[in-house]
Structures are given as structure tokens and as C-alpha cells.
């Protein structure tokens, strides 16, 4: 009964191909994230949508695109791959952020 | 600006030493933080919340505004305890900045 699932856990794909990360959460929150980890272990967010509405967009390429067909989903699709996408993406989601947020179990994508 | 500094990248003790992870802050409002783990290969879980005063695992921050901090704390570390840990900072409604992270690695 996974609160927050991604998948794939693991891609591995060639440098220009177009990918996609999906992630569900059954919690019935509100907002949902995707965070960057590089190999440094930083970790960055990068969008947040609240009720399917797009709430933060750091600076991101603009190859990368979430998508969020419903509350419960935030998909992020990436286009032309490149090598710096290499890295651990974490989707999570929270209803009250005094709550604090509870996190996928990560995706580790790998560009070759 | 809003920040969250974690100053070791590398935290190594002993089974049974004290552990002192430390966080400092730069926030010009009321902060909240939080520390969130990160054990190897798993997804970040919540650890505790500076508003609950709660301790975890026998783990326990006190935030320290004159200082800026907030300080994760343990009086007898365990090998179990070995993990990444994140300080985190609630900037605006929703959004989370994260330390760089500090990895406690807890020695036999």
C-alpha cells in the first residue's frame, strides 16, 4: 500500500531520446513535487503543483515538462536527454506543509 | 536570501558516542524546519518537525533563533542510524529548501 509510487525505479536511456517518470500518491493530498538529486546528494526542487495547478517551476530547462492529469498524479516528461540528467528523481506530495512531505521511493535516471 | 547550510559532509562516530548533526538557517520570517533521512538506497522519510518537539529514534532538534540553528541530536548513536541527513527549510506555503546533507556513518 505504497503512499507514494514512481515508476520506473531504474532508466537507463541513450543521450536525445524522450523519457517519462510517473508518479501516484494515494494520500488524498493536495500538492505534489519533483525534486532533483544529483550525485552529490543535493537535492533541488524543481516543479510543484497544488489541485493540477503549476505553483513552482524552478529554473529548469524547459525539455523537462510535468504534467498532472488529476491531483493524485504528476508525471514528468523529459525531451532530448542529456548527459547532466543523470541523477535521483523524487516526486513527493503534502497536504498541509507544516506537515512535512512524504516522498517516492526515487528514480534513478541514467543517461549514456 | 533563504537558506539552509549543513556544514559536514561527513559525519563518522562510534556505536554509543554523541551525535551532533549540525544546521544553520538564513530566513527573515518565522522558520520551519525539519530534519528528513535518507537511509541507503531508500526514499527520504520524514524525521521530525521543529513545531512538534517530538523525539525520534531517540533523535531531537531544538531550534536556536538567536543562533539560526537546529541542531539534530542523539546521546548514543547506532550502527542502524548510518544514513544521509537532510535540514530542510519551509520557504512560501509549500516549497522545501534542503541542505547539501550530512552522511552519519556510525562505526562498530
Known amino acids: 500500500d505504497t503512499a507514494v509510487s514512481q515508476t520506473p525505479k531504474y532508466l537507463v536511456t541513450q543521450m536525445g531520446n524522450d523519457k517519462s517518470i510517473k508518479c501516484e500518491q494515494n494520500?488524498?493530498?493536495?500538492?505534489m513535487y519533483w525534486y532533483k538529486q544529483d550525485s552529490k546528494k543535493f537535492l533541488k526542487i524543481m516543479f510543484s503543483?497544488?489541485?493540477?495547478?503549476?505553483?513552482i517551476n524552478e529554473t529548469v530547462p524547459n525539455r523537462f515538462s510535468p504534467k498532472s492529469p488529476d491531483k493524485a498524479h504528476l508525471n514528468l516528461h523529459i525531451n532530448s536527454l542529456e548527459l547532466g540528467d543523470s541523477a535521483v528523481y523524487f516526486c513527493?506530495?503534502?497536504?498541509?506543509?507544516?506537515?512535512?512531505?512524504?516522498f517516492g521511493s526515487g528514480t534513478r535516471l541514467t543517461v549514456v | 536570501a533563504q537558506r539552509v547550510t549543513q556544514p559536514e559532509k561527513l559525519l563518522s562516530v562510534f556505536k554509543g558516542a554523541p551525535v551532533e548533526l549540525k544546521c544553520n538557517y538564513s530566513?527573515?520570517?518565522?522558520?520551519?524546519l525539519f530534519w528528513y533521512v535518507q537511509y541507503s538506497r531508500q526514499r527520504l522519510q520524514l524525521l521530525l518537525r521543529?513545531?512538534s518537539r517530538e523525539s525520534i529514534k531517540g533523535f531531537t532538534a531544538d531550534l536556536n533563533k538567536g543562533e539560526t540553528s537546529f541542531h539534530l541530536k542523539k546521546p548514543f548513536a547506532q550502527e542502524e542510524d548510518s544514513a544521509m541527513y537532510y535540514c530542510?527549510?519551509?520557504?512560501?506555503?509549500?516549497?522545501?529548501?534542503f541542505g547539501a546533507g550530512t552522511r552519519l556513518a556510525v562505526h562498530p
Open positions: 503543483y497544488n489541485n493540477k495547478e503549476l505553483i
Open positions: 530542510a527549510l519551509r520557504k512560501g506555503y509549500n516549497k522545501l529548501i
Open positions: 494520500l488524498g493530498h493536495d500538492t
Open positions: 530566513y527573515s520570517g518565522s522558520p520551519e
Open positions: 513527493a506530495s503534502s497536504q498541509s506543509p507544516a506537515e512535512g512531505y512524504t
Open positions: 521543529h513545531i
